[in-house]
């Protein structure tokens, strides 16, 4: 079956820390994407991945960046972690090409505490 | 840029009994989808139901149904005979050219 992976599923960091919040996923698919969850405001995407190499800005990058050096991985940083960072992470994944397929594949989440 | 808004933060209903939650939109584009994600206690966030824009007619998942209205930019989901699994946070969401857009979010109880 389908599988994305979250290394944490919860992680407690100090304020400064450089945070590393890990996906995998093993579906060979093109997109992926990292969103934050909050309440009140549902989820957030933060950045997201075309391919290999290849990101775009979401809605609220400021303090987050990405790598994507491998198709299956794709990894959010917090430069420099800060308590209002404290959230939800989610990671997904998307197959492309396949409109009559069309849906998003989540992992289940890292609960990040920034004290 | 687009908007999803869920107006209704949480909502009950009775086990067996129909519910129906609320989503709308907005977007300037003519070709998109839209979702509805369920998120339980687990955080495994769950595809409930896809409707494609372009269909008229609404889409159907055994007890889940949506009510699509394009004109008026409206997206509910009617969950009939609701069971105490149907439990969880349920999210609409849009997706258009590239990126996917979610609503806020509205939990949902089921009373036994």
């Known amino acids: 079956d389908v599988k994305v992976t979250q290394s944490s599923r919860y992680l407690v960091k100090r304020t400064g820390e450089k945070v590393f919040l890990e996906c995998v996923q093993d579906?060979?698919?093109?997109?992926m994407f990292w969103y934050r969850q909050d309440p009140g405001l549902g989820l957030r995407l933060i950045y997201f991945?075309?391919?290999?190499?290849?990101?775009e800005k979401g809605d609220i990058p400021e303090g987050y960046s990405v790598s994507r050096e491998k198709k299956e991985r794709f990894s959010l940083i917090l430069e420099s972690a800060s308590t209002n960072q404290t959230s939800m992470y989610l990671c997904?994944?998307?197959?492309?090409?396949?409109?009559?397929?069309?849906?998003?594949?989540f992992g289940s989440g890292t609960q990040l505490s920034v004290l | 840029a687009q908007t999803v808004t869920q107006s209704q933060p949480e909502m009950s209903v009775q086990e067996a009994e129909t519910v129906t939650l609320s989503c709308t939109y907005d977007t300037s584009e003519s070709d998109y989808y839209l979702f509805w994600y369920k998120q339980p206690p687990s955080r495994q966030m769950i595809l409930v139901i896809r409707q494609e824009a372009y269909k008229q007619q609404n889409a159907t998942e055994n007890r889940f149904s949506v009510n699509f209205q394009k004109a008026a930019k409206s997206f509910s989901l009617k969950i009939s005979d609701s069971q105490l699994g149907d439990a969880a946070m349920y999210f609409c969401?849009?997706?258009?050219?590239?990126?996917?857009?979610f609503g806020q979010g509205t939990r949902l109880t089921i009373n036994p």
């Open positions: 997904a994944s998307r197959e492309t090409g396949r409109p009559t397929n069309e849906k998003l594949f």
């Open positions: 969401a849009y997706r258009g050219a590239q990126k996917l857009v």
């Open positions: 579906m060979d698919h093109e997109n």
């Open positions: 991945s075309y391919d290999v190499k290849m990101k």
